[in-house]
């Protein structure tokens, strides 16, 4: 059974920044492409940012591009979200994703892309 682990949400001031981690365990991460999704109250889950297997290839929203850096190390099973100059548009819970099916060195945007979800870390931002 997979499982991935967020961590390291909380409440930071506008122009600040965090970083978030995402730990899978009981698959084989190196194998995944990885990607970080956000939901902010009242709205549609968003993607944020995506890492395609061995980091040969990132995507990001419009939005949080040039503030917002996703990597991953895989001898720490371990994918990350770099956040600077945050806004208060950028409160949300913020979900990491794992695609299992094979597809190297393709990012992928959509949520049907991905097999696992971690169950989230909120992130509030204050003006």
């Known amino acids: 059974q997979v499982q991935l682990v967020e961590s390291g949400g909380g409440l930071v001031q506008a122009g600040g920044s965090l970083r978030l981690s995402c730990t899978t365990s009981?698959?084989?991460?190196?194998?995944?492409?990885m990607g970080w999704f956000r939901q902010a109250p009242g709205k549609e889950r968003e993607f944020v940012a995506a890492?395609?297997?061995?980091?040969?290839?990132?995507n990001y929203a419009d939005s949080v591009k040039g503030r917002f850096t996703i990597s991953r190390d895989d001898a720490k099973n371990t994918v990350y979200l770099q956040m600077n100059s945050l806004k208060p548009e950028d409160t949300a819970v913020y979900y990491c994703?794992?695609?299992?099916?094979?597809?190297?060195?393709?990012?992928?945007?959509?949520?049907?892309?991905?097999?696992?979800w971690g169950q989230g870390t909120q992130v509030t931002v204050s003006s």
């Open positions: 994703a794992a695609r299992r099916r094979m597809a190297p060195r393709i990012t992928f945007r959509l949520e049907d892309d991905y097999d696992y």
């Open positions: 009981g698959g084989t991460f190196g194998s995944y492409a």
């Open positions: 890492c395609s297997r061995g980091a040969y290839n990132t």
